[in-house]
């Protein structure tokens, strides 16, 4: 940050702030972006008021996204890619499946109880219908539940077709009861709620054969 000297000798005063590197101020906007999308929606949302929300003017904010919707989409995107690497460091992060299953439960609902509510961005979106958001959505949910299916094929044998089915059932258990938990807002803490619905997960997974048997006579 800059300062001058007031004409009269006096108090100092100050100059213009000091640029921040593209990529700084990229983030800045982009957190302020995700404040009022989550308290009005996209389409309640204004350019001025993020402009006000990050201390810019609208013209360095269209500098670096020239629309409302560009500013949204890349706020979705940087949300899903981090869901995404919590997820699958859940479960890249042990051998053990049993274990697999619990942590990436409580990656989701981690997620979801972030301070920053991005979870609103991701699975609340007023923009549902919209044919990109929709593409990133079904291109997140395909690409984890894909990760989940290669381990439930290698553990128990079954056919991809079959195993894609199944991870595709356990990405959405984890998804619609974390958004529950949080938006019931009940007395069980992250801990328990995310174990709760890991032991069900896991009980009825585990019981898939992991070997194809003889058929039967």
Do not use: C
């Given at each position: 940050?800059?300062?001058?000297l007031?004409?009269?000798?006096?108090?100092?005063?100050?100059?213009?702030?000091?640029?921040?590197?593209?990529?700084?101020?990229?983030?800045?906007?982009?957190?302020?972006?995700?404040?009022?999308?989550?308290?009005?929606?996209?389409?309640?949302?204004?350019?001025?008021?993020?402009?006000?929300?990050?201390?810019?003017?609208?013209?360095?904010?269209?500098?670096?996204?020239?629309?409302?919707?560009?500013?949204?989409?890349a706020?979705?995107?940087?949300?899903?890619?981090?869901?995404?690497?919590?997820?699958?460091?859940?479960?890249?992060?042990?051998?053990?499946?049993?274990?697999?299953?619990?942590?990436?439960?409580?990656?989701?609902?981690?997620?979801?109880?972030?301070?920053?509510?991005?979870?609103?961005?991701?699975?609340?979106?007023?923009?549902?219908?919209?044919?990109?958001?929709?593409?990133?959505?079904?291109s997140?949910?395909?690409?984890?539940?894909?990760?989940?299916?290669?381990?439930?094929?290698?553990d128990?044998?079954?056919?991809?077709?079959?195993?894609?089915?199944?991870?595709?059932?356990?990405?959405?258990?984890?998804?619609?009861?974390?958004?529950?938990?949080?938006?019931?807002?009940?007395?069980?803490?992250?801990?328990?709620?995310?174990?709760?619905?890991?032991?069900?997960?896991?009980?009825g997974?585990?019981?898939?054969?992991?070997?194809?048997?003889?058929?039967?006579?």
């Open positions: 940050m800059t300062q001058e007031s004409s009269g000798g006096g108090t100092p005063r100050r100059g213009p702030l000091a640029r921040l590197p593209r990529d700084e101020r990229r983030a800045q906007l982009l957190a302020s972006a995700l404040e009022v999308f989550v308290a009005n929606g996209y389409h309640g949302a204004a350019m001025d008021e993020i402009a006000e929300t990050a201390k810019v003017s609208k013209p360095v904010l269209y500098q670096h996204f020239p629309s409302k919707r560009d500013l949204y989409l706020l979705l995107d940087s949300h899903l890619a981090e869901l995404k690497r919590m997820l699958l460091a859940a479960l890249d992060s042990t051998t053990d499946n049993k274990l697999r299953v619990q942590a990436t439960m409580k990656a989701y609902f981690q997620f979801m109880s972030n301070d920053d509510q991005a979870h609103r961005l991701v699975f609340e979106s007023d923009l549902v219908n919209d044919p990109d958001v929709a593409a990133r959505l079904e997140f949910n395909a690409e984890y539940a894909g990760a989940i299916a290669r381990v439930i094929a290698e128990t044998k079954l056919a991809p077709v079959e195993a894609t089915l199944l991870g595709r059932a356990l990405a959405g258990m984890a998804q619609v009861s974390a958004r529950y938990w949080l938006e019931a807002k009940g007395d069980l803490d992250l801990e328990v709620a995310s174990e709760l619905v890991y032991r069900l997960a896991w009980r997974i585990s019981r898939f054969p992991k070997e194809v048997g003889p058929p039967a006579a």
